[in-house]
């Protein structure tokens, strides 16, 4: 979706270095939902953002919904093998009751 | 597990056959929805089934066309197939707005 930019397209880190991802919409975020695919495979929910200057954790992946910028951004710390994949922003957007989705950010870990 | 259920995982299709795609869901949801994953583009909606009994179009419809037969199935059938068909296809299913998406494993079609 247009609507949903995500950047980087692509990005390779070293074992244990940290890494983070944006996502920023043309349009105010209602919703703002994180995803990972490996490839292959379906999406698996990550974590779900509503409200501005929210900030979820699971393990070492942390989210964050600006809502006046209207961006989300996904930080891992200390990167695993287990964390490369495909991620994906989905979104709640104004008078759609339908998830939009950014066009997603390919991340390899390399040891 | 409970979940979404797709078949087939891999289809192999001529230019100009029909298949359909299946799709269930045992999580009680009330909407469905076919999308397709094409590199570099994310997530495109084909159709989506906001309720039973009602289907809508979404982004990228033409060539397609749905039926949600009950509440746990929503099945996408392509009537011809084209070489522009060729990508992977992902059923969800939700329970609303707000409420995030459960996805499917996958359809690898490929069209030939």
């Known amino acids: 979706s247009q609507e949903l930019e995500q950047s980087p397209q692509s990005l390779i880190v070293q074992e244990g270095k940290n890494l983070t991802i944006n996502c920023t919409s043309s349009?105010?975020?209602?919703?703002l939902y994180w995803y990972k695919q490996k490839y292959g495979e379906g999406l698996i929910f990550l974590m779900m953002?509503?409200?501005?200057?929210e900030e979820k954790s699971h393990e070492k992946i942390t989210a964050k919904l600006d809502e006046k910028k209207q961006q989300s951004s996904l930080h891992i710390t200390a990167s695993q093998p287990s964390h490369a994949g495909i991620y994906l922003c989905?979104?709640?957007?104004?008078?759609?009751?339908?998830?939009?989705f950014g066009a997603g950010t390919t991340v390899t870990v390399r040891a | 597990n409970a979940g979404v259920t797709q078949t087939p995982k891999f289809q192999v299709l001529k230019t100009g056959q029909s298949m359909t795609l299946q799709c269930a869901q045992d999580?009680?949801?009330?909407?469905m929805y076919w999308y397709r994953q094409d590199p570099g583009m994310g997530l495109r909606l084909i159709y989506y089934?906001?309720?039973?009994?009602?289907?809508d179009k979404g982004e990228v419809p033409n060539g397609y066309n749905v039926s949600r037969l009950n509440k746990r199935e929503f099945s996408l059938r392509l009537e011809s197939a084209a070489p522009s068909q060729t990508s992977v296809y992902f059923c969800a299913s939700s329970d609303g707005a707000n409420y995030g998406y459960t996805f499917g494993s996958g359809t690898r079609l490929t069209v030939v």
């Open positions: 349009k105010t975020l209602y919703g």
């Open positions: 999580m009680n949801h009330n909407s």
């Open positions: 989905g979104a709640d957007l104004p008078n759609d009751y339908k998830l939009s």
């Open positions: 089934s906001a309720s039973e009994g009602t289907t």
């Open positions: 953002l509503q409200k501005g200057g």
